[in-house]
Nanobody
Framework: QVQLVESGGGLVQAGDSLTLSCAASGRTLRNYPMGWFRQAPGKEREFVGSIDWSGGSTYYADSVKGRFTISRDNRKSTVYLQMNSLKLEDTAVYYC????????????????WGQGTQVTVSS
């Protein structure tokens, strides 16, 4: 069993940067590819990005490519989502996910979810 806890969300202005963290407890994250998803009010949960178990490969949704960066520190069992040039449409609850089969780009591949952290981008 893996417990995931996100942190770092908040209220920022358009164009700002924000870094989310996802800390794992229980089993080590080392064995899992990881992903970030987000869900805006009234919308389905959507894929943001994924990173393989080693951190050597990443994969992003087109909507965030070039602005968001995923990284991981397996020694700390933590995954990060660096978000730059934030836009109003990035407003959502962001979820960390651990799963099977890289990339974790669909909900069906997720085994463990975090509780989510709110990111609100204002104009």
């Amino acid at each position: 069993q893996v417990q995931l806890v996100e942190s770092g969300g908040g209220l920022v202005q358009a164009g700002d940067s924000l870094t989310l963290s996802c800390a794992a407890s229980g089993r080590t994250l080392r064995n899992y590819p990881m992903g970030w998803f987000r869900q805006a009010p009234g919308k389905e949960r959507e894929f943001v990005g994924s990173i393989d178990w080693s951190g050597g490969s990443t994969y992003y949704a087109d909507s965030v490519k070039g602005r968001f960066t995923i990284s991981r520190d397996n020694r700390k069992s933590t995954v990060y989502l660096q978000m730059n040039s934030l836009k109003l449409e990035d407003t959502a609850v962001y979820y960390c996910a651990a799963g099977l089969g890289y990339p974790i780009n669909v909900v069906a591949r997720v085994v463990y979810w975090g509780q989510g952290t709110q990111v609100t981008v204002s104009s």
